[in-house]
């Protein structure tokens, strides 16, 4: 198969995204983001999440979750997330490493933090033998492929706030979860009261390149320095910039992420129509969690690989993407029925 359901990031680029790449390349533009590209796609962002958001383009997500956590975060601090979240299983360590904060891991049915979940961290405030609790890092949608809805994330922020705590949203699949309520993403985000956003391009259609975004400007005071200490600052700015255009412009990164979306509900209908599967999540942004027979995953993997999630329960997760077709997917689950049959 010429697409495959690893991963979004296996996809290639929206042609309205590789054309915008093209433009940017003519001419020269001033550049660590002194161009007319950068203000551009700042002004959009800010069109979108509201005009009191600042707004810092940077290389890939793991550089987005660094920059947007040690601008708010110290090394005696305390950051806590979902046992599933990408910041603690995927990014070796990253956010220990480079903020010297602790992780405080917590476990979920679901890959979504709740209050009652949380609480249990809350603890050791002003005490110098104790690391500081600081800020809640959630995944929207998670890494099982849920979605919170604003009220779930409006709960954590006041939990949060409450205790004099910052709130992040990992962001990578944000658009997918945005197409799945059908809420205006400020509602998600801002106006539920998330302090500090990574906003993902890259697995939606973008070649290279996501943003974090402050909704308090006084947080970003002195973002500018950490981006470039961090190398995620990119000369050519623009040409992240350009992309990001091509995306936020006329809805083209909700129809994207919609789309993916669509296609993940396929797959799980086909899916689970095969004796021996079952779905484990609800299916609600792009991914897909499914039980299948143990001896079809690696014939299964050499016509179509993908990752499995769980290898004790024989847990598979299949992605799909902004380009993933009808097609696809019926190919996919009629060589998964050929198999357990």
């Not at 220990?96 to 609480?119: A, H, M, Q, S």
């Amino acid at each position: 198969m010429d697409r495959g359901f690893a991963s979004d990031n296996c996809s290639g680029a929206l042609p309205e995204v590789l054309r915008a790449i093209e433009t940017a390349a003519r001419g020269h533009q001033p550049s660590y983001g002194d161009d007319a590209y950068t203000r551009r796609a700042v002004g959009e962002f800010r069109a979108i999440f509201g005009q009191q958001v600042e707004v810092f383009l940077v290389y890939n997500g793991t550089g987005a979750n660094l920059l947007g956590i040690s601008a708010v975060a110290r090394p005696h601090h305390a950051v806590i997330c979902a046992e599933t979240a990408h910041l603690h299983v995927d990014e070796c360590g990253a956010v220990e490493r480079f903020t010297g904060c602790k992780v405080l891991t917590v476990p979920t049915f679901d890959g979504k933090l709740e209050p009652n979940f949380i609480r249990n961290h809350l603890r050791g405030f002003g005490d110098q033998h104790h690391v500081q609790p600081r800020l809640i890092s959630i995944s929207q949608p998670t890494e099982l492929g849920t979605v919170y809805s604003p009220a779930e994330i409006k709960a954590i922020c006041d939990l949060a706030h409450a205790h004099g705590m910052l709130v992040h949203v990992d962001g990578a699949r944000l658009a997918n979860a945005v197409a799945y309520l059908g809420v205006a993403p400020a509602a998600i985000t801002g106006d539920a009261g998330v302090d500090v956003l990574s906003f993902g391009g890259t697995k939606n259609g973008m070649v290279f390149g996501e943003a974090v975004l402050f909704f308090d400007p006084a947080m970003a005071a002195e973002v500018r320095f950490a981006r470039k200490q961090m190398t995620q600052l990119h000369s050519k700015s623009r040409f992240i910039a350009a992309q990001f255009s091509a995306l936020l412009e006329n809805d083209l990164w909700l129809r994207a992420a919609g789309h993916a979306n669509e296609m993940a509900r396929l797959l799980a209908r086909e899916a689970a129509r095969v004796p021996g599967v079952t779905i484990t999540q609800e299916v609600q942004a792009n991914e897909v969690f499914a039980i299948i027979p143990r001896e079809v995953i690696e014939p299964l993997r050499e016509l179509c690989f993908f990752h499995v999630w769980d290898e004790n329960a024989s847990e598979a997760r299949w992605v799909c993407s902004f380009d993933t077709t009808e097609e696809d997917v019926i190919d996919f689950t009629s060589s998964l029925r050929s198999l357990v049959d």
